[in-house]
């Protein structure tokens, strides 16, 4: 018969208790809830509490529970049914400074929270969610960039003292114009120094003073590249401000942004709480240092996906808005 020394039995003990310890989270079910964030000129404090309960009450709506949790107040109800009769409710009470979302509340006792013993998270399949699939806008975005490019074009011929005598975008290219032909040599050094991202060609063989100017390839992956990285930012900075747990933001193929929300079932106010097409205005650039911010880029929604369980999925096509 073997034998084992006793500590190596009282380690078996120990990893036993603390894994029940760490699964026993995961028995504990979630409370619907309704999550409320400040949008500017708001704020989350006790009168906000207050208020809701308020509300609540004035309606006749049974709720088990008003508490702050970091930056946003959470109302726990005692059923789904009363969980989107008080978003309603919420939404039109305390108007746009205020953003309410449909959202379930961890019951864990605060024992265990403190130790770290947090339930599995689980995703679309099991736990039901949203699914957004966006697209960067590669027109507006490479639109953006040429305008950008023209304005330097522009600034630049005037710092060296060449007549123009116009620089526009067109839908072949940035359109450069000068008065004197004779010019079109030192153009050609000026732009090709300063921006080498930019293919110059002779734009007509009767019209001596005209260039075309047009963005290389690489260019143009670079820009819906880093359009694609600034949406991803700002999507989870924003997603992270409703405070969403453990989102999945990635990028899918060459110009497409999937985004997750595990647990979330309020579809439109999932949008207007992070923006369904958050937009960035242009900045120029110095021409002095020649260095270009981040091209900016619009990006739209192709679809919206509300799972409640893996085996009942309603997929919604979505325009552009």
């Not at 030192?186 to 260039?211: K, N």
């Not at 091209?295 to 999925?313: G, K, L, Q, Y």
Request: glycine residues 8%; neutral net charge; charged residues 20%.
């Amino acid at each position: 018969m073997l034998e084992f020394p006793r500590w190596k039995y009282a380690i078996v003990v120990l990893v036993v208790i603390f894994a029940f310890i760490y699964a026993a989270p995961n028995l504990y079910p979630q409370d619907p809830a309704v999550q409320i964030s400040a949008n500017r000129g708001g704020s989350v404090d006790a009168a906000l509490v207050q208020r809701v309960e308020g509300v609540l009450a004035a309606a006749g709506l049974p709720y088990e529970s008003v508490e702050i949790t970091g930056e946003q107040a959470l109302v726990r109800l005692g059923h789904p049914d009363e969980q989107i009769r008080a978003g309603d409710l919420l939404r039109s009470e305390l108007g746009s400074a205020y953003t309410t979302a449909l959202n379930l509340a961890q019951t864990t006792p605060g024992w265990m929270r403190a130790i770290r013993a947090t339930p599995l998270q689980l995703g679309l399949d099991l736990q039901g969610g949203v699914h957004f699939l966006m697209e960067v806008d590669e027109a507006a975005a490479l639109e953006r960039s040429e305008s950008g490019f023209a304005d330097q074009i522009r600034d630049l011929l005037r710092e060296n003292g060449i007549a123009v005598a116009s620089v526009a975008r067109t839908a072949n290219g940035i359109d450069i114009q000068v008065r004197d032909a004779a010019d079109l040599g030192r153009v050609r050094s000026l732009v090709s120094r300063d921006m080498p991202q930019l293919v110059l060609e002779q734009a007509s063989a009767t019209e001596g003073g005209r260039l075309m100017a047009r963005m290389t390839d690489a260019e143009m992956r670079d820009i819906i590249d880093r359009a694609l990285d600034q949406n991803i930012g700002t999507l989870r900075n924003r997603i992270d401000e409703v405070g969403v747990a453990e989102p999945i933001i990635t990028r899918q193929g060459a110009n497409r942004i999937v985004v997750q929300l595990p647990g979330v079932q309020d579809t439109a106010q999932a949008k207007a709480s992070w923006g369904a097409r958050p937009r960035w205005s242009t900045a120029r650039w110095s021409t002095a240092t020649r260095t270009r911010p981040p091209v900016p880029a619009a990006c739209r929604p192709m679809r919206v996906c509300t799972t409640a369980a893996s085996w009942a999925r309603t997929a919604i096509r979505c325009r552009c808005c």
